[in-house]
């Protein structure tokens, strides 16, 4: 009998194997597949299912086409080169692409993605250029009583040479963190391309953590299991901007950086430029560059903390200085767009000069990683 039941789970592992082998061996699904013109064609098996559909961002949910007995396709023409996250939803319930291993992370919502640079010339995309070197590095807040990471772009070069490099600080929106302008943003590839290609001047980018009660992003401190969340208990009460001189003074001191207004600048989106909005706002000896990527503008504190009074003198005294650049820029159809133009009113109504940048759709990273494009190679000229 024992005989019997050995040779059984010896039969029933050869069969497993077996059929490991057969998947191992069996022709991979090419998803997505990009053609040489730029169209794009996405395959899932998904041989019970009764509606499939693609959902690409916030850009476009359609219906796939049913090609077989267990397939489902559909080709898309004239997207614009970019990153694009997608998934698919198959009788109403969400799935990922499993022929695809790239994925990211946006707050809680785990996409795959693929990047598309038909012509080979997208600053999004990796090219054979001399690429720079990305650190997480963990810096003292004194201010905060604890250590915090972020993430800090060195140019191409970096350690070779003895030269010191102007510094922009960019910062995150709500649910974000410190790697998500590296990730979604495409910061490392947009800054190696445009650098190499003369568009940009050779920086330091640093990427803190604006979520002034996280240590770092999720699974990245000893609280592993703490899930990312659009909210935080001091996201936009003025903690983070009373913090901020700890970044600059640890960056300063640990990269060989032109600590000097002229060689620095300041962005964000959403929440990061409602942050960059008003660190620039108190400091304006410290910025000669300030970019406002859809930015949150009305204060959020409910008047508790005194970094958010009289915005409107110190944007004064700010411009007094003249800073190099003010840049803003906002899709038409953004839920903060109305803010933005009150916003703008008020800068316009004190002759206050600002530079303004109008996108198509809302609040949404394809816009955002335009506005970095035009934003890097605007500063430090």
């Known amino acids: 009998m024992k005989r019997h039941f050995l040779l059984a789970i010896a039969l029933v592992a050869v069969g497993f194997t077996m059929t490991a082998q057969r998947g191992l061996m069996a022709p991979p699904v090419n998803s997505p597949e990009i053609a040489k013109d730029g169209s794009v064609t996405f395959k899932l098996k998904a041989p019970a299912a009764d509606t499939v559909r693609l959902v690409i961002d916030t850009r476009m949910d359609t219906l796939m086409r049913h090609t077989g007995s267990d397939s489902w396709s559909i080709t898309l023409h ?18 990922l692409d499993n022929e695809n291993a790239h994925v990211l992370r946006d707050v809680k919502n785990v996409m795959n993605t693929f990047v598309l640079d038909p012509q080979g010339d997208s600053p999004m995309a990796v090219h054979d250029v001399p690429h720079g070197e990305v650190r997480a590095v963990w ?16 140019p191409a070069g970096y350690e070779e040479s003895r030269q010191r490099y102007p510094v922009f600080y960019l910062l995150h929106g709500s649910g974000g963190d410190e790697t998500v302008w590296l990730e979604q943003g ?9 650098i190499a290609s003369g568009k940009a001047e050779p920086m330091i980018v640093v990427m803190p953590n604006g979520n002034i009660d996280e240590q770092a992003a999720s699974g990245m401190t000893p609280d592993n ?35 000097a207004k002229r060689y620095r600048a300041i962005a964000g989106l959403s929440m990061g430029g409602y942050h960059s909005l008003y660190i620039s706002a108190n400091q304006p000896d410290d910025f000669a560059y300030v970019g406002l990527f859809s930015p949150a503008i009305t204060r959020m504190d409910q008047g508790k903390c005194p970094i958010y009074d009289d915005l409107e003198a110190k944007l004064i005294s700010q411009f007094k200085q003249r800073p190099k650049l003010y840049w803003m820029g906002i899709g038409k159809d ?10 703008r009113e008020l800068l316009d109504k004190n002759r206050l000069r600002y530079t303004y940048h109008e996108s198509g759709a809302g609040h949404e990273w394809a816009n955002w990683r335009d506005y970095l494009v035009i934003f890097t190679q605007l500063i430090f000229k």
């Open 186 to 194: 495409r910061t490392a590839q947009v800054l190696d391309n445009l």
């Open 139 to 154: 810096y003292d807040s004194p201010t905060l009583g604890m250590k915090r990471r972020m993430m800090v772009y060195l």
């Open 78 to 95: 004239g997207l614009e080169p970019d990153l694009y996250m997608y998934h698919y939803i198959v009788d109403g319930i969400k799935v």
């Open 334 to 343: 953004d839920f903060l767009y109305k803010d933005n133009v009150k916003f």
């Open 225 to 259: 299991n703490v899930q990312p969340t659009f909210a935080h208990q001091h996201w936009m009460d003025g903690t983070f901007e009373q913090s901020f001189n700890d970044i600059m003074k640890w960056v300063d001191t640990n990269y060989r950086t032109r600590a």
